[in-house]
């Protein structure tokens, strides 16, 4: 799956070290995404990004001053691009994943335990999410408070 790109300025023959998003975490050679969020605009911190020695800036808007030492890529939409890029660079774990849902009125919480019980019986690794507890392998957390052996409660 590839990232919708409108314009690219600088090499696109380079090896990044990281994804990030947020400025204060980026080290030499990361790929910085800048997001359009609520609160702030990621483009306002591609300088920063620049500073602290990105390789490639992803963004909605090409910043007005821009180093030749950097790879600009423009997309309509960075917050999607992201999304993308992450699952790429990590090898796409997600399709890695059987995912079983369950829908209904009455008995989700009730088939979705049942289901993970048996699967933990059968040493299958496996997880779920409801409205009473989140469990993952032997650990869970139900009600916010940390429980290390979810098969057993």
């Known amino acids: 799956m ?3 790109i409108n314009a690219v300025q600088g090499s696109t023959d380079r090896n990044i070290n990281a994804v990030q998003f947020d400025s204060r975490k980026i080290e030499s050679g990361d ?3 800048a997001i359009i969020g ?3 605009d990621g483009h306002q911190y591609i300088e920063q990004a620049e500073n602290k020695g ?19 890529i423009v997309t309509d939409n960075s917050k999607h691009a992201l999304a993308i890029i992450a699952s790429n660079y990590f ?5 890695k994943l059987n995912l079983v849902g369950i829908t209904g009125t009455n008995g989700k919480t009730t088939c979705a335990s049942l289901l993970y019980q048996l699967f933990q019986y059968n040493s299958i690794p496996s997880g779920l999410i409801s ?23």
């Open 131 to 153: 409205t009473v507890k989140i469990c993952v392998g032997k650990f869970h957390l139900q009600g916010y408070t940390y429980y290390p052996r979810c098969a057993d409660n």
């Open 91 to 95: 090898e796409n774990p997600s399709q």
């Open 38 to 40: 609520l609160q702030s």
């Open 54 to 72: 990105v390789f490639a800036v992803v963004c909605e808007i090409l910043p007005q001053k821009r180093l030749d030492s950097i790879t600009y």
């Open 31 to 33: 790929l910085f995404v």
């Open 2 to 4: 590839g990232v919708s």
